[in-house]
């Protein structure tokens, strides 16, 4: 039984169907928003709105029980939060490490899509790049 599968027993139908749909959503919106980080007139709006994914996915996920992915959420919502009280502009080490984050996102979108059970995560990714360069 894939993670999908697993929710649907577990959860109603809407419910799973509501936080797939939103879920899928905010990821693909992920990585435009992360790009914009490079753009000075684009900086705060994309990290509030980083900063405001991440914490939904957190919330959603752990009402699941979907534990990895909300742990992610938590590490990444801090990350972001360290960001968003600053005005210095985000680094290219930074944006490549929140892209690759992304690229974590999604392969759990296909996971949860295709019924598979969720990929680990990569350890490479709990590496947080110095945010005050």
């Known amino acids: 039984m ?3 599968s697993h929710l649907e027993a577990n959860f109603d139908f809407e419910i799973v169907d509501e936080f797939l749909d939103h ?14 980080l490079s753009k ?5 709006k994309s990290v509030s709105e980083l900063f405001r994914v ?16 909300s742990k992610l959420s938590a590490f990444v919502e ?25 690229d974590m996102f999604s392969k759990w979108n ?6 598979n059970e969720l990929s680990k995560i990569k350890f490479s990714l709990l590496k947080i790049p110095d945010l005050d360069k």
């Not at 000075?40 to 705060?44: P, V």
């Not at 991440?54 to 992915?69: D, E, P, R």
């Not at 990350?79 to 080490?93: F, H, Q, Y």
């Open 2 to 4: 894939g993670i999908k």
């Open 23 to 36: 879920y899928s959503l905010m990821v693909d919106s992920m990585e435009v928003m992360i790009t914009d």
């Open 40 to 44: 000075l007139d684009m900086r705060e």
């Open 54 to 69: 991440f914490h939904t996915i957190k919330s959603s996920s752990a009402f699941l029980g979907l534990q990895t992915i």
């Open 78 to 102: 801090d990350a972001l939060d360290v960001l968003r009280k600053t005005d210095r502009p985000i680094s290219d080490e930074v944006i490549n490490w929140l892209l690759l984050i992304s």
């Open 110 to 115: 296909d996971d949860l899509q295709n019924d």
